[in-house]
């Protein structure tokens, strides 16, 4: 899960907008953020570990000027934290390309190994964005010789439909083009979110902007034309025209996930509410709870990104829904901190229990989803030091079995709490009283209400179903890899390569 952003407007000063675009992305990744903005002859980057906030300054406004440029926000998964590993990542030909990129290839090493022995192209990090830069600028160039270089829209639609056909796995795209523009694609199934949107300038001219999420629109007065289609790739070139493209037939199955725990609420991707899906989660999760029978004073959410659901909860139920629990608003999201160690120690940061809430009393929580449970068992513990007489637990999601590929970072099945346990067993090991899962034919009932033409969803990392054909080798190869044992031992990730591990960007 990252965040990107692009914009194209008449004017000379993207910077700014670049940099309200991804602050609206910044719960999409918090271990890095890049941007690099063109005035139509120079490219001028900048990158570095931390939040937009801290890596952008009054200075840059002066330096990152240009009326096209790109942004992303990333989170840390595989390899390096170094910000070595920041995007956008850039190569000089054909034309001069730079790239962001949310999502993750899944046949790395294959494509990885063509881009270095096959057409002698060196990479300097260990990640995939970088890879399906090299792959995306060897098909355009393969374009240009093939065309004569004579009309670079052709060509550049004609390199994303041979790289659609080279690369496999999730990935959603925004490049900046020397000379051409802005342009973005999604893969054929359409798995992470990418957005355009329009405005009219004070001259009547159109200006236009790609984001993960629709949020990142309004804030400079963008206003959301629609999603990019599955296999689709747009281009803005210089003169703000749009021009689209097919580019391979697709089939819209987009990652459940987002609407759980990853998009803001107050997104809408691919026609779907990211908040009324999680109200329809908590209708369907009150059944449930209501037939295991607990004796519940209250329901208590793990904030954030629960809260609708134990809203809804609440409601259906009759008892009192109170904020038991809050948040330390300047600590990151502990799902997507780096190393076990560190998500551990973050909980007591990131949360203190409310006392009056807890002391005496029978107390449901209510939690998007348990990926390890380290983090839920230290709530629960916190809950009951706070006098609560017992704690039930319900999880806005079904048990989280498999590995998602596909830019989470859930990348091993013996780390995820629920891959070899049973409820009961999981219940046990978090401390809990009770625990309830949602069952997952209400959680696609949730999201297909907002999207009736969706026919499927990625719900790989509760049934292991991958849409796009992952076997058991890579899930072999993953395990096997240098991330996940220094990720087992709680170590910072060493000498990993793109054989070895891949990148989820």
């Known amino acids: 899960m990252c965040g990107i952003l692009g914009i194209s407007n008449q004017s000379d000063d993207v910077f700014a907008e670049i940099y309200d675009g991804l602050l609206m992305l910044q719960h999409r990744g918090q271990d890095a953020s890049g941007m690099v903005t063109y005035n139509g ?56 390309i730079y790239l962001v990129h949310n999502g993750n290839i899944t046949n790395t090493a ?43 829209v052709r060509n550049i639609f004609a390199g994303v439909r041979m790289t659609m056909e080279r690369v496999q796995g ?6 900046m083009i020397a000379g051409v523009g802005l342009m973005a694609f999604r893969d054929p199934r359409g798995i992470r ?63 459940i996930f987002e609407y759980v725990y990853l998009a803001r609420p107050d997104s809408l991707l691919d026609g779907i509410s990211v908040y009324k899906t999680q109200m329809r989660m908590g209708q369907t999760l009150a059944e449930q709870i209501k037939e295991a029978g607990f004796d519940i004073d209250r329901i208590i959410p793990v904030p954030d990104s629960a809260r609708p659901v134990a809203l809804e909860v609440a409601k259906s139920m009759g008892i009192p829904y109170r904020e038991g629990l809050v948040k330390n608003r300047y600590v990151g999201r502990t799902f997507i901190m ?25 107390v449901l929580l209510i939690d998007d989803s348990i990926v390890r449970g380290n983090t839920l068992h230290k709530i629960v513990e916190m809950c009951r030091e706070a006098g609560a ?85 890579y899930l072999n190869q993953l395990e096997q890899s240098g991330r996940v044992s220094a990720k087992i031992k709680d170590m910072p990730a060493q000498g990993a390569s793109w054989n070895a591990a891949t990148m989820a960007s």
């Not at 809990?432 to 969803?457: M, P, R, S, V």
């Open 41 to 96: 002859e120079f490219f001028r980057e900048r990158k570095a570990n931390g939040l937009v906030k801290d890596v952008f300054g009054a200075g840059d406004a002066e330096i990152l000027t240009g009326r096209v440029g790109i942004g992303h926000v990333r989170y840390p998964t595989a390899g390096s934290l170094s910000a070595s590993e920041a995007q956008p990542f850039f190569v000089n030909a054909p034309y001069g």
């Open 110 to 152: 294959e494509q990885g190994e063509k881009v270095t022995a096959k057409y002698s192209r060196h990479l300097r990090t260990t990640s995939d964005s970088e890879i399906l830069l090299n792959v995306l600028a060897d098909k355009i160039f393969d374009c240009i010789k093939v065309n004569g270089n004579s009309d670079p």
């Open 170 to 175: 999730a990935y959603s795209v925004i490049t």
């Open 193 to 255: 979110p990418l957005s355009v949107g329009k405005r009219v300038n004070a001259n009547g001219v159109e200006e236009f902007c790609f984001a993960s999420e629709d949020v990142a629109f309004g804030i400079n007065g963008f206003e959301k034309i629609r999603d990019v289609a599955a296999g689709e790739a747009i281009l803005v070139d210089l003169d703000g025209k749009m021009h689209t493209s097919q580019c391979a037939e697709g089939n819209l199955t987009p990652c």
């Open 338 to 362: 780096p190393g076990q160690a560190e998500r551990k120690k973050s909980v007591r940061r990131k949360l203190n229990a409310v006392p009056l809430e807890f002391e005496g009393h029978n």
């Open 389 to 473: 007489k017992k704690v039930y637990v319900a999880s806005a999601s079904p048990p989280v079995k498999f590995p998602n590929v596909y830019g989470i970072d859930m990348p091993t099945r013996h780390e995820l709490i629920a891959h070899d346990k049973t409820t009961e067993e999981i219940c046990a090991e978090i401390g809990a009283d009770g625990l309830i899962y949602q069952k997952l034919e209400d959680l696609i009932w949730a999201a297909h209400e907002g999207n009736k033409e969706i026919e499927t969803f990625d719900c790989s990392c509760f049934d292991g179903n991958y849409v796009t054909g992952v076997g058991e080798d």
